[in-house]
């Protein structure tokens, strides 16, 4: 993610989306995947002043479980001091 984060702020862009990837069929713990997902994003945003603005972390949209895990872990950084905006998106398969 930090890669991404870097690449997509060198192009210029104002947000990033991924994937909750892993706690489907891989079966990753939802906790560990959501803290580390959103831990990433907020050491990006601590120590790099950047162009993006807005990050989604997408969900499969049946994927109730991680959902219900990721929720809460976003809102504790809701009011945080930086500018990026962390956004809980889930989506179904098209």
Request: aromatic fraction near 6%; charged fraction near 20%; proline fraction near 4%.
């Amino acid at each position: 993610m930090k890669d991404c984060l870097k690449q997509a702020a060198s192009q210029g862009h104002t947000s990033i989306a991924f994937p909750a990837l892993g706690t489907g069929n891989l079966g990753y713990p939802e906790q560990n995947v959501a803290k580390s997902m959103i831990d990433t994003v907020i050491s990006y945003a601590e120590k790099t002043s950047s162009s993006i603005q807005d990050v989604k972390i997408v969900i499969f949209h049946l994927d109730q479980k991680t959902q219900q895990v990721i929720n809460p872990i976003r809102k504790q950084v809701e009011f945080w001091p930086h500018m990026i905006d962390i956004e809980l998106t889930a989506m179904g398969l098209v």
